[in-house]
């Protein structure tokens, strides 16, 4: 493997997990329910089928790809600054428009303001009707919001997993050394293995105990977001990238083997959605079907694409769906902001017709979220290739 290697179907792989997520907040918004007619969806979009895991597995593959070239490698404090700088920004953002968005949406304001003193009454009546907004707002600017959600509203919601990711973030460069040093393949497959039981661990505590909250929803809300979770499908993802370095996955490389193996593998992942909501009635079960065995399926999908082989890896290589992909992690932030102030300004219009819950709000917001995304990446890689270039020409002078 060149140190330089880089897997194209990642990138449309990202751009359907994160159109499953914009989705799932579709459906949870009463957006999406022109579609209950189309039942064959609602396991994909309730489960969803590739829930944020996916983006650990993902990452974790992704980042151990960097840190196998020795010259790539970069300490702990610069690397997680790097991260805050390329995420941080946009959580802080999208936190403050959905909390302005959630104060006007509980205002009770049916129309638009026709002056500044309805906006300020407007606010007032906002805040009064919220739960805790000042701590709410702290929590999550300082992304501790996952760690005790039932001290604060949810705000913009999918921002729970940078709390995940930082903390991967932070172990990254000594997790990468660990693995890397590790030659036997079967202890490798071990580790594999071993990366699961804290998930089954944690889906038995979740539904046989009331540990931490006795209350359902608070308690799922918890070990859904619970980041010791997500490091641990995190470590899933720099370890199947350890066996790809170890020709564990060389059969793939077939066309026909790679084929059969992503459609399997997509039929189980949906079996698993559909059991989740329909067959399993123990939460513990519930637990472990909605997210430990998903991963699993995530994970060897995952491997199933690296090679670019297959009939699903060569639709995510078409160079359009690969560049709107690189940009997908701004869609998952930014769609529940889109929708609430999209569900905020139709209602105080009176837009009956042009409401949320239609198929053109749901085409008008996936232009927007998956035009925009891309079109502001190109823009930051271009000024950061300018900035580099201007260094460079300045150090020969």
Request: proline share 5%.
């Amino acid at each position: 493997m060149p140190k330089s290697a880089y897997f194209p179907a990642i990138d449309g792989l990202r751009l359907l997990a994160s159109l499953n997520i914009v989705f799932l907040h579709l459906a949870s918004s009463a957006a999406f329910g022109y579609a209950a007619k189309y039942t064959w969806l609602k396991p994909i979009v309730s489960g969803p089928a590739f829930s944020a895991g996916l983006f650990f597995v993902l990452a974790g593959f992704l980042f151990a790809s960097k840190f196998s070239d020795p010259d790539r490698r970069i300490a702990v404090v610069p690397f997680m600054f790097s991260r805050i700088a390329k995420l941080y920004r946009l959580h802080f953002i999208c936190t403050i428009i959905m909390f302005v968005a959630v104060v006007f949406k509980l205002s009770g304001m049916t129309t638009l303001p026709e002056n500044v003193s309805d906006i300020g009454t407007a606010f007032v009546n906002g805040l009064h009707n919220m739960t805790h907004p000042i701590r709410s707002l702290l929590l999550h600017l300082t992304l501790t919001w996952s760690l005790v959600p039932e001290l604060g509203m949810k705000l913009n919601e999918p921002s729970w997993a940078l709390t995940g990711f930082f903390i991967c973030y932070a172990f990254t460069p000594a997790a990468a050394r660990f693995f890397f040093k590790i030659k036997n393949v079967k202890l490798l497959w071990l580790l594999f293995a071993l990366t699961f039981i804290p998930g089954i661990v944690q889906g038995i505590l979740f539904g046989c105990t009331h540990l931490y909250s006795p209350e359902y929803g608070i308690r799922f809300r918890y070990f859904h977001m619970f980041p010791a979770m997500h490091l641990c499908e995190y470590f899933f993802g720099m370890i199947i990238f350890r066996l790809y370095q170890e020709r564990q996955f060389d059969f793939l490389y077939k066309n026909f083997v790679a084929g059969v193996c992503q459609a399997v593998l997509l039929i189980a992942l949906y079996i698993t959605c559909y059991a989740g909501q329909n067959w399993v009635q123990h939460q513990a079960v519930y637990f472990i079907v909605r997210h430990s065995i998903p991963i699993l399926i995530s994970g060897l999908f995952i491997m199933s694409l690296i090679p670019a082989k297959g009939f699903l890896a060569r639709i995510f290589c078409i160079p359009i769906v690969r560049t709107i992909g690189r940009a997908s992690f701004y869609p998952y932030l930014l769609h529940l902001p889109l929708i609430t102030i999209g569900w905020g300004v139709t209602n105080a219009l009176g837009w009956q017709k042009f409401n949320m819950n239609s198929p053109f709000a749901t085409l008008l917001l996936v232009v927007i979220l998956y035009t925009a995304s891309p079109l502001y990446l190109h823009f930051k890689t271009k000024r950061k290739k300018a900035k580099l270039a201007a260094q460079a020409s300045a150090a020969e002078k």
